[in-house]
């Protein structure tokens, strides 16, 4: 049975941990509340850009252009997004769950994120390239990555490319998701949805009539290498918006619990406190019995 001194010691410890788990959880919540920000305000944007190239794709019958090619047999490239530090539940658990599902001998793996990256190299998956990115991603880092990813379908080394994320959908709710990136077959919705509307819902092509100046390929062969980069950024965006979400709620979680675990051994303590005095006076009471 542990001594009084042993669950005092016990007591400050856990709540030296209650104290950092709660600085943590208001660190998370307010980058968690600035990240869902920048996540929600990209959506209408990237919503619009999709129905405009949607219309313009098929208003464009004999538009071609080498990242839309069909796919042929060969290896594929996996983008897997992930998170630079851990402390944020199952999240890159739940993720990379998803990823050892792939072949592993038929892919060729792109990492975002030091989590990621560790991932594929400690299960001895072929790691082509390792990326990082910020608590506030920028758009020159997904460019950079949208960039490595065409090269390598452009230069006829994989014959697509896959991204792994965690899609964000409340500060509760978040998941695993494959969503095709390369090559270009139909333009769908990048934005994930919220809470009551469908994901990657095929937007719908209007019948009006668009004049291009010079004409409809150059006007669509600019425009598509900068859809693909800002599909790449807003999924970074909807990454590190889940990142935070998930890291508040472990936090939250563990403080609770530590705060729950301080009841319990300030109550055991007090029992045991109790036991004590309650035996010492039997044993005075004992005596003056034995010497009356």
Same mark, same amino acid.
């Given at each position: 049975m542990p001594s009084t001194r042993d669950i005092r010691r016990r007591i400050k410890s856990v709540k030296n941990?209650?104290?950092?788990?709660? =600085?943590?959880?208001?660190?998370? #919540?307010s980058k968690m509340r600035r990240a869902q920000q920048q996540a929600l305000a990209g959506r %209408?944007? #990237?919503?619009?850009?999709?129905?405009?190239?949607?219309?313009?794709? /098929?208003?464009?019958?004999? $538009?071609?252009? %080498?990242?839309?090619?069909? /796919?042929?047999?060969? &290896?594929?490239?996996?983008?897997?997004?992930?998170?630079? &530090?851990?402390?944020?539940? =199952?999240?890159?658990?739940?993720?990379?769950?998803?990823?050892? &599902?792939?072949? &592993?001998?038929?892919?060729? $793996?792109?990492s975002a994120g030091r989590k990621a990256a560790q991932f594929l190299s400690r299960t001895k998956r072929d790691l082509a390239a390792e990326f990082s990115y910020n608590d506030s991603p920028e758009f020159a880092e997904a460019r950079a990555i949208s960039k490595m990813a065409q090269e390598l379908f452009l230069k006829g080394e994989v014959a697509g490319v896959d991204i792994l994320f965690t899609n964000f959908v409340s500060t509760l709710n978040q998941y695993p998701e494959i969503r095709s990136f390369l090559p270009v077959t139909e333009i769908k919705g990048i934005a994930a949805g919220v809470e009551g509307e469908?994901?990657?819902?095929?937007l719908?092509? #209007?019948s009006?009539?668009?004049? $291009?100046? %010079?004409? #409809?390929?150059?006007?669509?062969?600019?425009?598509? %290498?900068?859809?693909?980069?800002?599909q790449m950024y807003q999924i970074l965006l909807e990454s590190k918006a889940s990142e935070h979400s998930a890291r508040m709620v472990a936090m939250k979680n /563990?403080?609770?619990?530590a705060n729950q675990l301080i009841k319990d051994l300030t109550l055991e303590y007090n029992k045991l406190r109790q036991a004590m005095i309650t035996n010492e006076l039997l044993e005075i009471t004992s005596a003056a019995m034995a010497v009356g």
């Open positions: 941990t209650s104290q950092i788990t709660k =600085a943590m959880q208001m660190v998370a #919540a %209408p944007y #990237a919503e619009l850009m999709n129905e405009v190239l949607a219309e313009v794709t /098929a208003g464009a019958s004999d $538009f071609s252009h %080498p990242l839309m090619a069909p /796919a042929e047999t060969g &290896k594929r490239a996996l983008i897997v997004v992930s998170t630079d &530090k851990g402390l944020c539940g =199952a999240l890159n658990s739940n993720l990379f769950r998803e990823a050892t &599902k792939v072949d &592993k001998d038929n892919t060729v $793996f792109i469908g994901n990657d819902q095929e719908k092509s #209007a009006r009539d668009f004049l $291009f100046e %010079p004409d #409809a390929g150059s006007v669509l062969a600019e425009l598509l %290498p900068h859809y693909l980069n800002y /563990a403080t609770d619990n």
